[in-house]
């Protein structure tokens, strides 16, 4: 049997679909055009602020912006410093988070911004650390997060059309930016605060950048405005892709404002990808972010940067709990290769900002500066950057005019620094190496160059004054002035060579290191001052106590602990050596024990109290009790004359439905169907125990909520006994419709079956044989003596099918290899004919009525809705009255939802940073909380291993955890694993 999807083939990997919207929202004319310019900074701010087409400027001073995504609402509290501080240490300036609106507001009203939802404590530790931030304020996000970032109780107002100026939305987004623009506001740069720039929706197809098509646009930016948003803002975002820069320079003449990227995805694997990227990847990646950086780029933001955790019930319907991205900074904070490329960008980028950021396409003046590779160049007047692109698979040679031959690496970039100034003493006349950055600090100027070791070094420099030559440099020539270079060789040990020059009390100092040095090398800024590290796989807090440094670092588990140079104010390093006597191991993973268990099936008992519960005539969905849960519970109350074997039919199930009758459990079914239960004589009660394991996340969505947000169960329940008899409707007529749509259905609806075009054709029968189109089914229904009894199933109507009962529009039913039912009795006619016609819909391959169509007689009592009913959230458990079972033997349950408790001890150890995580072998969905924390919803395939437990969870000694498993799977082969790949070891640094 053919398989396609409703909306896309299921080979299409979601990325694809993305592009795909993306492409048919530009094709109908509904995407306003490519703008990519910002609103210019206002009031206080233009003091502040300045930005035109050749970049960003800050308090006077050219700024490129490095930035990654770092979601705070995904990450513990206790851990942002952490992530922020290895964000910086990367050379990353600026840090872009979203607001996520139903993370914010749970409840109407309802405004939660303490502990992980402090949006103003996560900036003003951004600020106080030295970064600055881009806030991405919604109301709508994607993200991967549930619901988009509306919150589910907007779905469960009158009639709410989201991006709309209508009152029903407007007036509840109104009342949230009423609490988070002002936190914005007074965190702005011109308020002494982080904020620099200000996002205001999010790939809204109707317009981007500073376009304002409608009223609705209008409203958002007259609520910044109006709340005192004064830095630059703009609309649903900046060149969005995994190559957002092309393949070509972009021409400066068009620009008003400055080229940047929001979203630079930094995953070829897309949101499921997690660890270390393959090397095609990073090699692409990182020639992206070079032509960013060589085609006249201002800055851009890595999308993920910090990889973290749908915690709870976040996660949208295509993830679970990971959302790591296979980001730079992995979701237990350990870094992987493409952070050092990513550093190594971002330190010669800011390094050179007085250039990038006010620099002018010189592509034409310099293509005769190399041969062999394509050559680009930015200019300014604080100097020149050549780069020197090879755009082919593998490496290649390039040859100056001047004779110099550099290699550039597979599709990589080389950029050649020429007359750029380092301050009011000194400038490069030119560099072939490669510069790592520029590091300022009091009266010395420290350059780091890095190549293969054996390579010599190629640098000049030129000063106003006559310099005294050091160490390892050598004099070119001598005037007015001195032009001098670098004369050593790259190092081939680990222990770079350092050249100086001086001119009066100010000092060159040149570091020349190898790759894997460069690797190791850190710029730190603190308030001691600016110094170069040297020789650490990561350098975390550096302190000065009494004139003596100590520096905290990590080093991944297997890589031996490197001792440090500190590169400060002195013209020699002050070396730095770990204080411990022996590298410490990791530790063994820490068993759980004492496993217990309880089946969840109190509500579904039939004198378990239901006061409180929400009444309504058929199920709602889950979340129309107010309450935001991944679980909840269903009861009706129904009464049957006879009692018996009955089908229980459910119209709409999502994600998964665990139904009980009378307190026995029955099945468990992730679809709308029918399930076999058994009544009592007299009184039954039917309970559902349902979950959710995330909403859409509703992409380029414009439209109204309730129904596309809809979990749990909802519609129309019914139950059947067995049918007394089953008349099989094997033989239709069919034609295909012709284009006048309008005019086949008032056709069918006045019984008009005289034109020509008819055919006879067999139930399982293809008759579109690949044509995408409609066709019309028709026959004449047999006499029925209790159509009210009656009920017709179609198996299988492929793709969509609209039935029709004489005339009269009964349900369309969308998808195909799905049971569905129509009764029949509201339109019988009990004198005369009646026409059953169905409009069968093909979107592609096989199409018809490709299963059995029949009708099923009951007994006059043997069918009916269900109703009324009562639901109630499932999470809620009171478990001091829980009686508890002991978990033993090797067997698994397989049934209702069952909860677990078990516990394990675990000791931190002596510096070793162990990431754990919780596997979830042997069990089938749910949740699983640490120490009262969830961690999040299993299974996750973007990490199988287990899920992740954040360090500042875990107490010393004894820790807690539960699952709750919706099909009541057993715990025994969970465990606590140690991800080797993802920890690392602590070492303490100390000048002697």
Known sequence: MKRKSLLFP??????????????????????????????????????????????FTIHGKHVFICSGSFHYARVPRALWKDRLLKMKRAGFNTVQTYVFWNFQEPKPGVYDFHGRANLDAFLKLIHKMGMYALVRCGPYDCAEWDDGGYPLWLAFEKAV??????????????????????????????????????????????????????????????????????????FSGMHHGFDPAGHNPWNDATRTSPWYTTEFWSSRTWYHGYGAMPRPQQVQLNRGIWKIIAFGGSGYNFYMLVGSTNFWLWNDNELAA??????????????????????????????????????????????????????????????????????????????????????????????????????????????????????????????????????????????????HIGTAMRQIRQSNGDVFGVSAVFPSGLKPRIATATVGRHILRVIIENRPMEKHTWFISSKTGSVVIVGSAYAGQLKSVGGKWTLS?????????????????????????????ATPSLPAPPKIHHWQGTAITAPAQVNFKTTGWLKSSQPLSMGADGILSPWCW???????????????????????????????????????????????????????????????????????????????????????????????????????????????????????????GWQRVSTGTDYFHGRVGFAWYHLVLPEISNAAAALVTFTDVDDNGTVFVNGHKMLTHKGFGREFHVALGKYWNKSGSNNLDVLVQNTSGAGGIMGTASIQLF????????????????????????????????????????????????????NAHSVLRVSYTGLSSGHIIVNGHDLGLYPDQTMPMGLYIPSVWLKKGRNTVEILDERGHSPQHVHIVIEQAASRVRATMAQN
């Not at 009592?861 to 009171?878: A, C, E, F, K, Y």
Request: glycine content about 10%; charged content about 15%; proline content about 5%.
């Open 553 to 581: 670092t990590d080093t991944p588990v297997g890589q031996s602990i490197a001792n440090a140079l500190v590169f400060g104010s002195g013209t020699a390093p002050l070396a730095l050596t770990n204080m411990a006597s």
């Open 161 to 234: 059309v989201v991006r709309e100026d209508d009152p029903a939305f407007m007036n509840p987004l109104r009342q949230f930016w009423n609490r988070l623009l002002p936190i914005v506001a007074r965190n702005q740069i011109n308020h002494g605060g982080a904020v620099i720039l200000v996002q205001l929706e999010n790939e809204d197809p109707q317009g981007w950048g500073t376009d304002m098509p409608n009223q609705y646009f209008r409203d958002l930016y007259n609520m910044a405005r109006q709340h005192g948003i004064q830095v630059p803002m703009f």
């Open 634 to 756: 269903y009861r009706a109350v129904v009464k049957s004359r006879d009692g018996g074997k009955c089908q229980l039919n459910l119209s709409h199930v999502s994600n998964l439905a665990s139904i009980f009758v009378n307190g026995k459990y029955c099945a468990t079914v992730t679809r709308a169907g029918s399930v076999p239960v058994t009544l009592h004589s007299g009184r039954n009660v039917i309970a559902i125990f349902t979950a959710e394991h995330g909403r859409t996340k509703l992409y380029n969505y414009l439209g109204p909520l309730n129904k596309v947000l809809a979990k749990g169960i909802w519609g129309n329940v019914t139950l059947e006994q067995a049918p007394l008899r089953t008349i099989a409707l094997r033989t239709w007529q069919v034609k295909p419709l012709s284009r006048n749509f309008a005019a086949d259905v008032k056709t069918i609806q006045q019984a008009d079956y005289a034109d020509a």
């Open 10 to 55: 299921s080979h299409i990997p979601p990325f694809a679909v993305y592009f795909l919207v993306s492409g048919l929202m530009l094709l109908s004319g509904l995407a306003a055009r490519a703008n990519t310019d910002m609103f210019k900074p206002i009031g206080s701010a233009a003091r502040v602020m300045h930005i035109n087409g050749r970049g």
């Open 322 to 467: 990971c959302y790591d991205y296979s980001a730079a900074i992995g979701q237990g904070g350990d870094l992987r290769p493409i952070y050092y490329n990513m550093k190594r960008a971002n330190y010669f980028a800011r390094s050179f900002a007085d250039i990038l950021e006010n620099s002018v396409n010189a592509d034409a003046k310099y293509q005769g500066f190399a041969r062999g590779v394509r050559v680009l160049a930015r200019t300014a007047p604080a100097g020149t950057i050549v780069f020197l692109d090879n755009t082919a698979g593998q490496s290649t040679m390039a040859t100056m005019k001047n004779g110099t031959k550099l290699r550039v690496a597979e599709r990589g970039i080389r950029p050649v620094v020429l007359n750029a100034a380092l301050g009011k003493t000194w400038k490069i006349a030119s560099a072939y190496s490669r510069i790592l950055g520029v590091q300022h600090e009091n009266n010395i100027t420290t350059v780091v160059l890095y190549g293969h070791g054996g390579h010599r070094a190629d640098i000049s420099f030129v000063s106003e004054r006559i310099a």
């Open 859 to 910: 007994a006059p009592n043997g069918i009916g809705r269900v109703t009324p009913w009562q639901m109630h959230d499932g999470s809620g458990l009171n478990k001091s009255d829980i009686a508890w079972t002991p978990v033993t033997g090797s067997a698994t349950h397989n049934g209702p939802p069952r909860f677990f408790k078990g516990e394990f001890n675990w000791t931190r150890g002596n």
